[in-house]
């Protein structure tokens, strides 16, 4: 059962996790395979709750559905099975079945981070169809797509928070550079991280993103208005491609969070089978969980938990969210495929 587990997961751990992190550890006993959080490997703030780590779970545990019917297996997932082990996400135990068709499966390896400009083109009826039935498929959640231009651009805009946010607090600065990685020699050495050819970034960006990352630097920077330029920067690349969407799920149970990674990966491979690419911008949908839950300790001025409350509040606005939780936030569309992609570590099962 090992090797058949190592197969499934060889192609299952490519799912996305908050800037590469990929929080997972693996353990066989009894021909049941155990997924475990690994809980200090993305950035905490954004993470409350393991909130950011368990859609990549989710994710992950899509792509092993998906993987283990192809290869003639159904699994069976128990999802947080003992609640003296926090960070035991699933159960998981394969049943011997027929080989089943998984058209998607090809794309596992293929589906990337696109954070290029994208074109200004409309969905046709059969991608947006397409797109909207993944919810059904998962049988959880709700899907919205906007693809309205002038409301994709209030979208962007407050998406765009993140970023000054970001680059003006020492601790999230901190944080956040600590998990780059510079160099394509250590990308293939540490293949972990958040690779910085991956944020297509132009030489001259790229400088003053390496400036940005010592924080005396930023500081000066930040007076200089620099913060405000690359969120307005970042803002109209946000707004471009065909639509922008949501997953929302009724509250904030860790359980909708897995399947909202599910959906998201789902919806994520379709898109990519479709052609299209995808870029997921969530920080400011995570940032208020903390807040929602108060415990923003003191990294947070009152002054930028009123920016993150007004962002949030206006993205649920216009994608017509007057309940729920919104999970997860995408745009996606047509482009130039991504200049680098990232590595993953090879899965390990522990025994």
Not at 128 to 152: F, H, N, V
């Amino acid at each position: 059962m090992e090797e058949i587990f190592k197969k499934i997961l060889e192609k299952a751990v490519w799912a996305a996790s908050g800037d590469n992190s990929q929080p997972w550890r693996f353990v066989l006993k009894n021909d049941c395979l155990y997924l475990f959080n690994l809980s200090d490997r993305d950035i905490p703030l954004y993470n409350w709750g393991q909130r950011g780590s368990l859609v990549a779970h989710g994710g992950l545990l899509e792509n092993l559905m998906i993987v283990s019917r192809q290869e003639g297996y159904e699994p069976k997932i128990n999802l947080f099975p003992d609640p003296d082990q926090a960070n035991l996400v699933a159960k998981i135990s394969l049943e011997k079945s027929e080989k089943k068709p998984e058209p998607l499966a090809n794309f596992i390896q293929e589906r990337a981070t696109n954070r290029r400009p994208y074109q200004n083109s409309a969905l046709d009826d059969n991608q947006r169809r397409q797109l909207l039935m993944t919810s059904e498929e998962i049988g959880a959640g709700r899907l919205i797509l906007l693809e309205d231009p002038d409301k994709r651009k209030l979208v962007a805009q407050a998406l765009s928070v993140n970023e000054i946010i970001v680059l003006e607090t020492p601790e999230l600065h901190q944080q956040f550079f600590r998990h780059v990685v510079w160099t394509e020699k250590e990308e293939r050495s540490k293949r972990t991280g958040l690779y910085v050819k991956t944020l297509e970034l132009a030489p001259p960006e790229e400088l003053i993103f390496k400036l940005f990352s010592h924080w005396r630097a930023a500081r000066i920077l930040n007076k200089l208005g620099f913060s405000r330029l690359i969120a307005k920067s970042n803002a109209e690349d946000y707004a471009t491609g065909s639509a922008m969407g949501i997953i929302v799920f009724e509250d904030n149970r860790r359980e909708n969070f897995i399947l909202a990674g599910r959906l998201f990966q789902r919806l994520w491979l379709k898109a990519t089978q479709m052609g299209m690419s995808l870029h997921p911008i969530t920080g400011v949908l995570f940032l208020q969980q903390r807040i929602l839950a108060q415990e923003v300790d003191k990294a947070l001025k009152s002054e930028q938990v009123e920016m993150i409350g007004r962002a949030y509040q206006k993205i649920a606005d216009v994608f017509g969210v007057s309940r729920g939780t919104i999970t997860m936030l995408f745009r996606l569309g047509f482009s130039q495929p991504p200049s680098a992609r990232s590595s993953r570590l090879d899965p390990k099962i522990g025994l």
